[in-house]
């Protein structure tokens, strides 16, 4: 839940948030704009730059050709590495970004943790104190039974990486299942000079009180994040979660009429217009191909004139069928 009311008021002094757009253009051409502090393309198809800004997404998205994604803030942008951390700043904000192969680090579990340290480690050098969101993709999500799937592997070594990183709270978040031919995984965030606010979603469970059942160590999300400036909320990857528990095992679209109650209930905890507008990108994750024409025609009927980006991802919950994260921009 959000602390006080006065979190949800317009706070115009403070950073403008990055206008986030799906767009038809070339990397070198999303690159050379002013104030581009990201851009990413999607699946093996997208090109590759040693640029920090530019981040290739493990992730097939179902629409061919994809859009890039162009993150722009206002003010000009610097870059850099640092170890394995590539990263860029401007405007107020911070995009960081770490990629590492599993057979480096020796499995997912080392991987998330030595991502989570080298991340914190890097942030510690910045002014851009407060991680808003963070997103996290990798391979093979659901392999392995119990407390070793990897997954839950993921979020023990996320914890133990994280450290005091979140001590304060949170960040949105998503995880979701790559099926890139390398086990490498990607971590990536956006950052700021000041704080945002959490919002939780009344029909769900908060994610660090989910029951032992769903591992040793809760994941560490909030289900929402309003931007400092309080005029754009960043949403989660949001599933077919009702209270801690997957509803509508082996019906994706029953799963996703599930998901979007879920986003119209946190769009209304925080204070936002109700729906998704076309200054709204969203990105869809569905895990089986073959329902992938379902989901889109749903999706079409239900958020007409919403930028959605349909992803081929796995869920972190097997039963999971679709999952929908992305942007509400008041
Ligand atoms: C869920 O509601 C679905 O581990 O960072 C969504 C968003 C999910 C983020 C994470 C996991 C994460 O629990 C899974």
Redesign the pocket.
């Known amino acids: 839940m959000v602390q006080a009311s006065e979190n949800l008021q317009a706070k115009p002094t403070l950073p403008r948030t990055p206008r986030v757009t799906y767009r038809m253009t070339t990397l070198p051409v999303a690159l050379a704009e002013g104030g581009t502090l990201a851009a990413f393309g999607f699946g093996a198809g997208a090109p590759d730059s040693d640029d920090p800004r530019w981040l290739r997404v493990p992730l097939e998205c179902f629409d061919a050709p994809a859009p890039l994604e162009v993150w722009q803030v206002d003010g000009d942008v610097v870059c850099g590495r640092q170890h394995n951390v590539r990263w860029s700043a401007g405007g107020g904000w911070l995009f960081a970004s770490i990629e590492l192969d599993e057979r480096a680090t020796g499995g997912i579990e080392a991987a998330a943790r030595q991502a989570y340290a080298e991340l914190r480690q890097f942030m510690r050098t910045r002014h851009e104190r407060y991680v808003l969101r963070i997103w996290?993709y990798m391979a093979d999500i659901n392999l392995g039974e119990g407390d070793v799937e990897r997954?839950k592997q993921f979020?023990d070594g996320r914890a133990v990486g994280s450290n005091d990183f979140f001590a304060e709270g949170f960040p949105a978040?998503?995880?979701i299942g790559h099926h890139y031919r390398a086990p490498v995984l990607q971590v990536y965030l956006l950052a700021c000079i000041d704080g945002g606010a959490a919002v939780e979603n009344p029909r769900?469970t908060s994610?660090w009180h989910?029951p032992r059942q769903y591992g040793r160590t809760s994941?560490?999300?909030t289900r929402g994040m309003l931007m400092p400036a309080r005029d754009v909320l960043a949403i989660?990857?949001?599933?077919a979660?009702v209270g801690h528990t997957s509803a509508h095992e082996g019906d994706p679209e029953a799963q996703l009429d599930e998901t979007l109650a879920n986003l119209d209930a946190l769009l209304a905890t925080a204070d936002m217009p109700a729906g998704f507008d076309t200054h709204s990108p969203l990105k869809a994750y569905v895990r089986h191909a073959t329902d992938a024409a379902r989901v889109r025609d749903k999706l079409q009927r239900r958020l007409p004139g919403v930028p959605v980006l349909l992803m081929h991802g796995d869920?972190?919950?097997r039963e999971?069928l679709v999952?929908i994260?992305g942007w509400r921009f008041r």
């Open positions: 996290n997954y979020c978040a998503t995880a769900q994610a989910y994941p560490g999300f989660s990857g949001t599933a979660v869920v972190c919950r999971l999952e994260d």
